[in-house]
Each structure stands twice: as structure tokens, then as C-alpha cells.
């Protein structure tokens, strides 16, 4: 049998010719793909939808059309249920730019809400009186009312004037901002002023709502000059906001034609805002608690009454947030009487059967949210392996015999002290009063400031000492004053011992500001050489002897000048840091008392700051085991700026209700019942109470001409919180790995990093500094970046050296090191200059730090040979809840353009 024939194979030198270049298939290939099912792959088959091009294409086109409509019906519902039934009232924010001064509230802005009251209620003159009477005695307080033609409800609040921070804070809650001005009887119309321009500058920053500009008095400027003086304040509300609209009001008629146009009024939505449900207190009422917290102190129920605002309400499941308080939970939500309830809200109510104090929502437990923001610490939490028995016993004899040393160690001292007294007594006895050197000498290692009383000279002068504070103590009947000097104060003394590692002073100024850790005090048992304190029990007779001072002004005026002397040294000092630091960026002299490889254990070499790996999850410190993280950020924002508002617990927007809060500290209460800015609760969303590591961009305003250093303590007012922190500063880079600036210069944008409650972006960032006790500085402004505890700072040092000997690809260097075993040490390292050459140590020269290298070309006899190190630096555990307008801020008139927060992250217009 023959074999079968396979046919002709052509060879690899078959010539292949070129495929045509048609953006089209063929109808050949449209065949062959099709496989031979009909209709599958014809020249003009159907869409995917089964329409053709041309019908998609009118699809499209009746999308967008519909979405048009949609959206036009929207913004027309919107504009009409401004304070109606079931919408919130307009809230109104008047702010005085007039120069007159009054210590609850200005001039122009209550007489404009007078005017608009009694242009509301029309006729009825005496529900006018009785209102206007209940402003005059609460002049901050919020106002609601109804205009008697109009649908529309409207809350007025009278901003305290030339506050910028009351401003700010009511700002947060404002749908309208209204600044009134007053027109001068003279020839020009008055400016809006340096506080008119730092207060647009602050909302800016802040996220602006609308705004809008009211002046008074036109008819009192001549006629002649009427046309100027509106074109003037033309100008000037354009400087104010592009959308700013000026209104003149004069009379009644003028009132009402300006309550229409606010009722109508385009208003910007704030989105950092609008996402958390919120309310604006008209009324606060305090239970006490029976039974009182001993750590947190008296503890009350506080009763908040108002309008709920906001895109979604508010839930009885969620956790509010009191400003200058933090985060508590909502007991229940009851039903309050609406005081200016419109007439299809009166008849739901009536139909509903919603009376007040029903209870609209309470809280469920099993779906609330936690109180907790940080996780609890478990020191064992990271142990790899349990111990065994034996390992246990072990543990416990050794124990056991350090006890037992500790005990003849404590007796042999006692016997040496005893002898050491002995003999400094008979040695005073003898000599006439000057100790004897043998018993100091076992106590020079103690740090304890004293000189164990053994010197007659050092007694008097610790004596003195004391005796010099100017307090009152108590002590056995018949002491005199100079046995009551000898007398410890209690508060306790010596540091914390708190050892601030992260900054690790290399820069040798540096060292300065981390070696005040001193020690905690002297020893429980009295130390060596320490005079005996008698304490005193129930049954003694005391007496009270006052410790006084003789040259008292005389000491103080000798301290503030020694004070002043040492704030102008370290601010000296500080300047100089921050220009050599700026100047030389990361360059640090390597110790001359301490091994470099013992001094820069904690770093380590990279070939690339960019490329070369990292591990975020490497060696944390314990403070990342107390916070919390997502698995998908996006995602569990997207989650949370979405909430389900049709599940239990949710009351929508409109509704004028009480928020009965639980477990509120009873000097919160009382303070906002006496504050002059009304309070304002926030609705947290979901996991907004937890700490994490948050990020901020901010930049520095061109009016502040001082470095900041990292870790020092700053004011951060971001979206509803405020709150005060130590952050620290890094690059706005897109890499995975950012480094770590010493100091925020000026007019430089950096990144701020904190251990902070999570706040889900967008939300404006303002960075203020304590100048005094109660005075704070604007500084920078910026937005939320992120929250991201996985963000590598690195903190980069450059040791340098100098070449000595210099050949044509290899050159001695010196001063970097000192010693070989360093040399060595770093060997691997690869070393640049600041000219751009490369190379690496080759080996060590002599005893004294030489060592000879190799580079890519040949140095310059001016270069500078640096090595760098890295590590991974973290924030400090610090914050503090604050309260904004209890401060005075001080800043500049007006911010920079590019210092203004991006609007179209924080706004969204209709």
C-alpha cells in the first residue's frame, strides 16, 4: 500500500507579499469569520442593540435631551421649595461691614433684620414687636419667619461683626451670605474695608456658598453722585464674587423686593457640606446626668432643636459631631413644634398624627455607630510564639533572684550611707562647717539637681530656693519657715522622659531641641544622702506657715529678662537651622563622639529613591496598631457619600426636630448655651470617628515669611472639624515613596501628615498657628489628599566629604568619616557629588577616616562628595479637639489667587 500523498510544503524563502492597509475587513474575511452561519457576519449588520448607526445616533441625541429636562425640572423644584413645606429654611447670614463697633452685633445687619421682619409679617405689627423684642434680647440668636405673601421661610443670622472666625464657622451652615454695607452721606460711598476682602479671602478658602451684597443709605448721598456710588459698589461686589449681586435697600419696599430675589436666588452647593446632614440650633436645653463619670467628668443629655439640612438627613444610627467636642452618640430623634410651620407641613403633621415629642427615630444598637476611634493597644499582639512551660518557670526564678539582689543591694547602700553620714557629721564637727568629699563622691552619677544635703552651702542655697517660691504648706506644729522649705511641692517633678526619636537630632543644632529628657526624680526610697520627709497623717497637729520671698519682683524681672534673653537665642537659633537647611537640604556632619554606624543604625541605602522597593508594612511603630484602614478606600467612600437613607433610623431634610444626644460632657453644654455664635451639629458618615493617617496638600501664604518646623504644633480646621496636631511635612510628589522636609518653607506647597479622625474627601483644609493665648495666625490653606496610613515619608540624610587627593578617576576623600570600621561599614552605598559624578568606596586609608574612591569621571577640586541614608519617619500621637471662634485670628487682607481652594472640588453648581 502506497503512502498518502501530503501535498506541497513551501519553504521558508516563500515570499510573503504585504496586507492591504483597509481599516475594513473584506467580504472574503467577513465569510470566513462568519463560519458559514447566516446572518452572523454580513456588510451591514445590525448594532449590538439591533439598531443601526443612525437610529443609535438618534438615541443618543433623546438621552441627552431627556437628561436636559431632567435636570432643568430639578433646578426649577429646587428653586421653588426654597423654605416651603418641606425644605428647610433659607438660611441667611448678615455680616456687618460698616466701621461702627458693638460687642454682640453691628448696627446695619440688625437694622436690615428688622426691616425684614416687619416686611414679612405685613400687618401684623404686633407679631412683628413680639419678634423683633426677642432680637433684641438675643442678638445672634437665629431668627425664622414667613413672608405673609410669599411661600418662602427664611432664618436670619446676625454674624458677630468683625469676627472672622464666627464668620467662618456659621459660614459651614449658611446658604446665603449677605454683607451689608452702608452708604456715606459724602461724596464717595464707603470701601468695603480690609474685613470685607479677609472675609471673601477666608470663604474662599473655606468653600464659598452664595453671596450676595445689600447697601443702605443710597438716598442720603447726593443725587449728583448716585450713579458713581453704584458703580462703585458694583466693582466692589465683583471683587467680593463673581456671582455677587447688589441689592439697595432704603425701605419696606426695597426689603421685600430683596427677600423675593433671595428666595429665588441661584445658591452654590457645597459638597463637603451637603453630603453630611446637619442642623443649626435654635434651641439647647441640658439634663444632667444622675450618676457622673470620676475620669471624664460630669456627664449630660443634651437637647438640640432645629431644622435638619443637608442631601440626606440625618439618622439616629449615625454618630454627630459637636464642634470643640468630637463625636457622641444620638439617643433618639423626637418631633418638636415647628414655631413657623407652613401650611401643607401643618396639615401632614395634623394627618400624620405627629405631635411633639414623638419619637421620630431612636437608636438601634446592632446598627449604630461605635464610639471607638482607636483601636485598643495589645502589647502581645505582635508575638510570633507563645512561651512554654519551662521558658515560664525560668522566667519566674529569675525574677525571683534580681529580687533578691535588689534586696542586698538596697541594704549594702543603706550600711555605705550610714557610714558616709557618719563621717561627712564628724568631718563638720571637726573642720567647722565644710563637708568632707567622701561622701559626695558615691553620688555623682545621680542627675537628681541636688547635693544630697551634705554641703552647709548647698543647703542654704536650696533653702533659699524654696523659700523663694511664695506658697503655703502644711507641716507639724511648731516647724519654722526654713523646716517648711524643705517641704517637696506636690506636683510632681522631672519629665515625662518621653524620648522623641523620630527626629533623631541629626542635624547637630538639632540636638538641642531633643535633650531636655531628664529624669523622673529621686528614687522611692530616698536615695543616698537625702534629707528624711515626714509625712504627715490625720491625727497631727498642723500648722499653716506661708513660705514667702523678700526679693520677689526683684526674681521676677531677673527671670523675664533671662527669659527673653533665651526666646531671642533659640529664635536666632531656629532661623539659622531653617536657612542652612534650605541652603543644604538633608546634609548632617557625621559624630565625632559616636561610631557613624552606631549613630545611623535606624538607615539604610537605596540605589534609587524612586525604583527601589520598599515594604510600607515594615517595622511600624505601635501607634499604627491603634488605627484603622481600608482595604479599598474608593470604595468605601463612594459607599459612604451614598448611605441608604430608606432603611430605619433616617429622618429626610425639612423636618424641625430635637436631637436627643447622650453622654455630652455638662461644661460643653453649658459653654454653648453662652456661646455668641449659635451651634451647629454634624452628622458624621460612616467610619468618620475612627483615627488613621490622614494627608493634606496645603500651601503657604506669600504674608507668612517664617519657616514652620515639622512637628510643631498647628491648628487644622478641615471640612466640620477642628482640631490641633503636630504634623509632619513631605513632598506633593506621584511616587511611591515621598521625602521629608525639615521645614515648610514659605510660599512652597508640601504635604501634611497626622494621626486624625477619617474625613472622606473633598473637604477644604485651613492651617492657622498660635501666636499667643489665644491668638492665631492663617498660614497656609489647602484640601483633603487622602487617607493612607501605606504613604512611605522617607526621611533622607547626606554625610559629606571632600576630596583630598584628586586623580583622574579616583580621589581620596576625607571628613565623611573617622574611623576605618565606619568605611567599611557603608562601603556598599553609592556615592554622588553635587556636580553629578558617581562611584563607590574602594577602601580605607590610614586610621583617620581617608578612604579612596572610585567615580565615573574626574572630580573637581570645589565638588562635595555626599552619601545617602534613609528611613521611614512617622507623625506623632497628638490631637486635640478645638474650637475656632475662641480664638482672635489674625491674617493678612486678602490670599493669593492659587492659595484658594479648587472649587470644583468643593462646590458643585446646578
Same mark, same amino acid.
Given at each position: 500500500?502506497?503512502?498518502?500523498?501530503? =501535498?506541497?510544503? #513551501?519553504?521558508?524563502?516563500?515570499?510573503?507579499?504585504?496586507?492591504?492597509?483597509?481599516?475594513?475587513?473584506?467580504?472574503?474575511?467577513?465569510?470566513?469569520?462568519?463560519?458559514?452561519?447566516?446572518?452572523?457576519?454580513?456588510?451591514?449588520?445590525?448594532?449590538?442593540?439591533?439598531?443601526?448607526?443612525?437610529?443609535?445616533?438618534?438615541?443618543?441625541?433623546?438621552?441627552?435631551?431627556?437628561?436636559?429636562?431632567?435636570?432643568?425640572?430639578?433646578?426649577?423644584?429646587?428653586?421653588?421649595?426654597?423654605?416651603?413645606?418641606?425644605?428647610?429654611?433659607?438660611?441667611?447670614?448678615?455680616?456687618?461691614?460698616?466701621?461702627?463697633?458693638?460687642?454682640?452685633?453691628?448696627?446695619?445687619?440688625?437694622?436690615?433684620?428688622?426691616?425684614?421682619?416687619?416686611?414679612?409679617?405685613?400687618?401684623?405689627?404686633?407679631?412683628?414687636?413680639?419678634?423683633?423684642?426677642?432680637?433684641?434680647?438675643?442678638?445672634?440668636?437665629?431668627?425664622?419667619?414667613?413672608?405673609?405673601?410669599?411661600?418662602?421661610?427664611?432664618?436670619?443670622?446676625?454674624?458677630?461683626?468683625?469676627?472672622?472666625?464666627?464668620?467662618?464657622?456659621?459660614?459651614?451652615?449658611?446658604?446665603?451670605?449677605?454683607?451689608?454695607?452702608?452708604?456715606?452721606?459724602?461724596?464717595? #460711598?464707603?470701601?468695603?474695608?480690609?474685613?470685607?476682602?479677609?472675609?471673601?479671602?477666608?470663604?474662599?478658602?473655606?468653600?464659598?456658598?452664595?453671596?450676595?451684597?445689600?447697601?443702605? =443709605?443710597?438716598?442720603?448721598?447726593?443725587?449728583? &453722585?448716585?450713579?458713581?456710588?453704584?458703580?462703585?459698589?458694583?466693582?466692589?461686589?465683583?471683587?467680593?464674587?463673581?456671582?455677587?449681586?447688589?441689592?439697595?435697600?432704603?425701605?419696606?419696599?426695597?426689603?421685600?423686593?430683596?427677600?423675593?430675589?433671595?428666595?429665588?436666588?441661584?445658591?452654590?452647593?457645597?459638597?463637603?457640606?451637603?453630603?453630611?446632614?446637619?442642623?443649626?440650633?435654635?434651641?439647647?436645653?441640658?439634663? #444632667?446626668?444622675?450618676?457622673?463619670?470620676?475620669?471624664?467628668?460630669?456627664?449630660?443629655?443634651?437637647?438640640?432643636?432645629?431644622?435638619?439640612?443637608?442631601?440626606?438627613?440625618?439618622?439616629?444610627?449615625?454618630?454627630?459631631?459637636?464642634?470643640?467636642?468630637?463625636?457622641?452618640?444620638?439617643?433618639?430623634?423626637?418631633?418638636?413644634?415647628?414655631?413657623?410651620?407652613?401650611?401643607?407641613?401643618?396639615?401632614?403633621?395634623?394627618?400624620?398624627?405627629?405631635?411633639?415629642?414623638?419619637?421620630?427615630?431612636?437608636?438601634?444598637?446592632?446598627?449604630?455607630?461605635?464610639?471607638?476611634?482607636?483601636?485598643?493597644?495589645?502589647?502581645?499582639?505582635?508575638?510570633?510564639?507563645?512561651?512554654?512551660?519551662?521558658?515560664?518557670?525560668?522566667?519566674?526564678?529569675?525574677?525571683?533572684?534580681?529580687? +533578691?539582689?535588689?534586696?542586698?543591694?538596697?541594704?549594702?547602700?543603706?550600711?555605705?550611707?550610714?557610714?558616709?553620714?557618719?563621717?561627712?557629721?564628724?568631718?563638720?564637727?571637726?573642720?567647722?562647717?565644710?563637708?568632707?568629699?567622701?561622701?559626695?563622691?558615691?553620688?555623682?552619677?545621680?542627675?537628681?539637681?541636688?547635693?544630697?544635703?551634705?554641703?552647709?552651702?548647698?543647703?542654704?542655697?536650696?533653702?533659699?530656693?524654696?523659700? *523663694?517660691?511664695?506658697?503655703?504648706? +502644711?507641716?507639724?506644729?511648731?516647724?519654722?519657715?526654713?523646716?517648711?522649705?524643705?517641704? #517637696?511641692?506636690?506636683?510632681?517633678?522631672?519629665?515625662? =522622659?518621653?524620648?522623641?526619636?523620630?527626629?533623631?537630632?541629626?542635624?547637630?543644632?538639632?540636638?538641642?531641641?531633643?535633650?531636655?529628657?531628664?529624669?523622673?526624680?529621686?528614687?522611692?526610697?530616698?536615695?543616698?544622702?537625702?534629707?528624711?520627709?515626714?509625712?504627715?497623717?490625720?491625727?497631727?497637729?498642723?500648722?499653716?506657715?506661708?513660705?514667702?520671698?523678700?526679693?520677689?519682683?526683684?526674681?521676677?524681672?531677673?527671670?523675664?529678662?533671662?527669659?527673653?534673653?533665651?526666646?531671642?537665642?533659640?529664635?536666632?537659633?531656629? &532661623?539659622?537651622?531653617?536657612?542652612?537647611?534650605?541652603?543644604?537640604?538633608?546634609?548632617?556632619?557625621?559624630?565625632?563622639?559616636?561610631?557613624?554606624?552606631?549613630?545611623?543604625?535606624?538607615?539604610?541605602?537605596?540605589?534609587?529613591?524612586?525604583?527601589?522597593?520598599?515594604?510600607?508594612?515594615?517595622?511600624?511603630?505601635?501607634?499604627?496598631?491603634?488605627?484603622?484602614?481600608?482595604?479599598?478606600?474608593?470604595?468605601?467612600?463612594?459607599?459612604?457619600?451614598?448611605?441608604?437613607?430608606?432603611?430605619?433610623?433616617?429622618?429626610?431634610?425639612?423636618?424641625?426636630?430635637?436631637?436627643?444626644?447622650?453622654?455630652?460632657?455638662?461644661?460643653?453644654?453649658?459653654?454653648?448655651?453662652?456661646?455668641?455664635?449659635?451651634?451647629?451639629?454634624?452628622?458624621?458618615?460612616?467610619?468618620?470617628? +475612627?483615627?488613621?493617617?490622614?494627608?493634606?496638600?496645603?500651601?503657604?501664604?506669600?504674608?507668612?515669611?517664617?519657616?514652620?518646623?515639622?512637628?510643631?504644633?498647628?491648628?487644622?480646621?478641615?471640612?466640620?472639624?477642628?482640631?490641633?496636631?503636630?504634623?509632619?511635612?513631605?513632598?506633593?510628589?506621584?511616587?511611591? +515613596?515621598?521625602?521629608?522636609? &525639615?521645614?515648610?518653607?514659605?510660599?512652597?506647597?508640601?504635604?501634611?501628615?497626622?494621626?486624625?479622625?477619617?474625613?472622606?474627601?473633598?473637604?477644604?483644609?485651613?492651617?492657622? &498657628?498660635?501666636?499667643?493665648?489665644?491668638?492665631?495666625?492663617?498660614?497656609?490653606?489647602?484640601?483633603?489628599?487622602?487617607?493612607?496610613?501605606?504613604?512611605?515619608?522617607?526621611?533622607?540624610?547626606?554625610?559629606?566629604?571632600?576630596?583630598?587627593?584628586?586623580?583622574? *578617576?579616583?580621589?581620596?576623600?576625607?571628613?565623611?568619616?573617622?574611623?576605618?570600621?565606619?568605611?567599611?561599614?557603608?562601603?556598599?552605598?553609592?556615592?554622588?557629588?553635587?556636580? =553629578?559624578?558617581?562611584?563607590?568606596?574602594?577602601?580605607?586609608?590610614?586610621?583617620?577616616?581617608?578612604?579612596?574612591?572610585?567615580?565615573?569621571?574626574?572630580?573637581?577640586?570645589?565638588?562635595?562628595?555626599?552619601?545617602?541614608?534613609?528611613?521611614?519617619?512617622?507623625?506623632?500621637?497628638?490631637?486635640?479637639?478645638?474650637?475656632?471662634?475662641?480664638?482672635?485670628?489674625?491674617?493678612?487682607?486678602?490670599?493669593?489667587?492659587?492659595?484658594?481652594?479648587?472649587?470644583?472640588?468643593?462646590?458643585?453648581?446646578?
Amino acid at each position: 500500500m502506497s503512502a498518502p500523498f501530503d =501535498g506541497h510544503r #513551501p519553504g521558508g524563502l516563500k515570499q510573503q507579499n504585504k496586507s492591504h492597509k483597509s481599516k475594513h475587513r473584506s467580504k472574503s474575511q467577513l465569510a470566513v469569520e462568519a463560519g458559514g452561519r447566516v446572518g452572523g457576519g454580513g456588510v451591514k449588520a445590525a448594532g449590538a442593540a439591533g439598531h443601526t448607526a443612525e437610529q443609535r445616533r438618534e438615541q443618543r441625541r433623546l438621552q441627552a435631551v431627556q437628561q436636559r429636562q431632567k435636570k432643568r425640572a430639578a433646578a426649577h423644584h429646587e428653586k421653588r421649595s426654597v423654605g416651603a413645606a418641606g425644605a428647610p429654611p433659607l438660611l441667611v447670614i448678615l455680616v456687618d461691614l460698616s466701621d461702627s463697633s458693638s460687642s454682640d452685633s453691628s448696627g446695619s445687619a440688625t437694622w436690615l433684620r428688622e426691616l425684614l421682619i416687619r416686611n414679612a409679617y405685613g400687618d401684623d405689627a404686633a407679631q412683628a414687636d413680639a419678634l423683633k423684642a426677642a432680637c433684641a434680647q438675643t442678638p445672634t440668636s437665629p431668627v425664622t419667619f414667613q413672608h405673609h405673601k410669599l411661600r418662602a421661610r427664611a432664618t436670619l443670622v446676625a454674624c458677630p461683626q468683625g469676627d472672622l472666625l464666627a464668620l467662618a464657622d456659621l459660614a459651614k451652615l449658611a446658604d446665603v451670605v449677605l454683607f451689608v454695607q452702608r452708604a456715606a452721606a459724602s461724596a464717595s #460711598p464707603a470701601p468695603l474695608g480690609t474685613f470685607g476682602q479677609q472675609a471673601m479671602s477666608l470663604l474662599y478658602a473655606q468653600g464659598v456658598p452664595t453671596v450676595a451684597l445689600a447697601v443702605s =443709605g443710597l438716598g442720603e448721598v447726593p443725587a449728583k &453722585r448716585a450713579t458713581e456710588a453704584k458703580k462703585v459698589f458694583g466693582k466692589a461686589a465683583e471683587a467680593l464674587n463673581v456671582d455677587c449681586r447688589v441689592f439697595y435697600v432704603d425701605g419696606e419696599t426695597d426689603a421685600g423686593t430683596l427677600f423675593w430675589s433671595l428666595a429665588s436666588i441661584k445658591r452654590r452647593h457645597i459638597a463637603w457640606r451637603d453630603a453630611r446632614g446637619h442642623l443649626l440650633a435654635d434651641a439647647i436645653a441640658a439634663e #444632667p446626668l444622675p450618676t457622673a463619670d470620676p475620669e471624664k467628668g460630669p456627664r449630660c443629655t443634651l437637647r438640640v432643636t432645629g431644622y435638619i439640612r443637608g442631601t440626606h438627613g440625618i439618622s439616629a444610627n449615625r454618630l454627630v459631631y459637636l464642634p470643640g467636642c468630637g463625636g457622641f452618640q444620638i439617643d433618639r430623634i423626637e418631633a418638636a413644634a415647628d414655631p413657623c410651620a407652613a401650611g401643607r407641613a401643618r396639615k401632614h403633621d395634623a394627618e400624620m398624627g405627629t405631635a411633639e415629642g414623638a419619637v421620630l427615630a431612636a437608636r438601634d444598637e446592632a446598627l449604630a455607630e461605635p464610639l471607638q476611634m482607636s483601636v485598643p493597644l495589645d502589647p502581645m499582639a505582635g508575638e510570633q510564639t507563645w512561651p512554654t512551660e519551662e521558658e515560664l518557670d525560668e522566667a519566674e526564678r529569675e525574677q525571683q533572684q534580681a529580687r +533578691k539582689a535588689a534586696k542586698a543591694a538596697k541594704a549594702a547602700k543603706a550600711t555605705t550611707n550610714g557610714a558616709a553620714k557618719g563621717k561627712t557629721k564628724k568631718s563638720l564637727d571637726d573642720e567647722g562647717g565644710d563637708a568632707g568629699s567622701d561622701g559626695m563622691a558615691e553620688d555623682d552619677d545621680n542627675d537628681n539637681g541636688n547635693d544630697n544635703g551634705d554641703d552647709a552651702g548647698g543647703e542654704m542655697d536650696t533653702a533659699d530656693k524654696a523659700a *523663694r517660691t511664695g506658697r503655703t504648706v +502644711k507641716v507639724p506644729k511648731g516647724w519654722s519657715s526654713y523646716q517648711a522649705a524643705w517641704i #517637696p511641692e506636690s506636683d510632681g517633678e522631672g519629665d515625662d =522622659g518621653e524620648d522623641d526619636d523620630d527626629e533623631d537630632g541629626e542635624d547637630g543644632e538639632d540636638a538641642a531641641m531633643h535633650d531636655g529628657d531628664d529624669d523622673d526624680g529621686d528614687e522611692e526610697d530616698g536615695g543616698e544622702g537625702k534629707r528624711a520627709v515626714h509625712f504627715l497623717s490625720d491625727d497631727d497637729e498642723v500648722d499653716r506657715v506661708s513660705v514667702t520671698n523678700a526679693d520677689e519682683d526683684r526674681a521676677r524681672r531677673y527671670d523675664d529678662e533671662q527669659n527673653d534673653a533665651e526666646d531671642e537665642t533659640a529664635y536666632r537659633s531656629f &532661623r539659622r537651622r531653617a536657612r542652612e537647611d534650605q541652603a543644604f537640604p538633608d546634609e548632617v556632619d557625621t559624630p565625632l563622639d559616636k561610631p557613624a554606624r552606631v549613630r545611623f543604625a535606624k538607615y539604610r541605602g537605596l540605589q534609587s529613591f524612586r525604583t527601589s522597593p520598599w515594604d510600607p508594612k515594615e517595622e511600624l511603630p505601635e501607634d499604627y496598631a491603634r488605627i484603622f484602614q481600608f482595604e479599598n478606600f474608593n470604595r468605601t467612600k463612594k459607599r459612604a457619600l451614598t448611605p441608604d437613607d430608606s432603611q430605619p433610623g433616617w429622618v429626610s431634610a425639612g423636618q424641625y426636630v430635637t436631637l436627643v444626644i447622650a453622654n455630652v460632657p455638662a461644661a460643653f453644654a453649658e459653654a454653648a448655651q453662652q456661646r455668641r455664635v449659635p451651634l451647629g451639629v454634624f452628622s458624621l458618615l460612616s467610619h468618620e470617628n +475612627k483615627m488613621s493617617v490622614c494627608h493634606y496638600r496645603i500651601r503657604m501664604l506669600d504674608s507668612c515669611t517664617e519657616p514652620i518646623k515639622s512637628k510643631d504644633t498647628l491648628i487644622f480646621s478641615t471640612g466640620i472639624r477642628c482640631y490641633a496636631t503636630n504634623p509632619i511635612f513631605s513632598q506633593p510628589t506621584l511616587s511611591s +515613596k515621598h521625602k521629608f522636609e &525639615r521645614y515648610w518653607q514659605p510660599g512652597t506647597i508640601t504635604v501634611a501628615t497626622c494621626f486624625a479622625p477619617i474625613h472622606f474627601p473633598p473637604a477644604p483644609v485651613l492651617v492657622f &498657628r498660635e501666636v499667643g493665648p489665644a491668638d492665631i495666625r492663617l498660614v497656609g490653606t489647602g484640601s483633603m489628599m487622602a487617607v493612607d496610613p501605606d504613604r512611605l515619608i522617607i526621611k533622607r540624610i547626606r554625610l559629606s566629604g571632600h576630596p583630598y587627593k584628586i586623580n583622574k *578617576r579616583s580621589a581620596v576623600i576625607r571628613y565623611m568619616f573617622f574611623n576605618p570600621d565606619d568605611i567599611y561599614w557603608f562601603k556598599p552605598v553609592e556615592l554622588v557629588t553635587k556636580y =553629578g559624578r558617581r562611584g563607590h568606596i574602594k577602601e580605607s586609608l590610614g586610621t583617620h577616616g581617608h578612604m579612596k574612591c572610585i567615580f565615573d569621571g574626574q572630580l573637581k577640586a570645589d565638588d562635595t562628595v555626599l552619601l545617602s541614608l534613609y528611613k521611614r519617619v512617622y507623625p506623632k500621637w497628638v490631637y486635640e479637639e478645638t474650637y475656632l471662634p475662641r480664638y482672635t485670628l489674625h491674617m493678612p487682607a486678602s490670599l493669593n489667587p492659587e492659595d484658594d481652594v479648587d472649587e470644583g472640588d468643593m462646590q458643585e453648581d446646578n
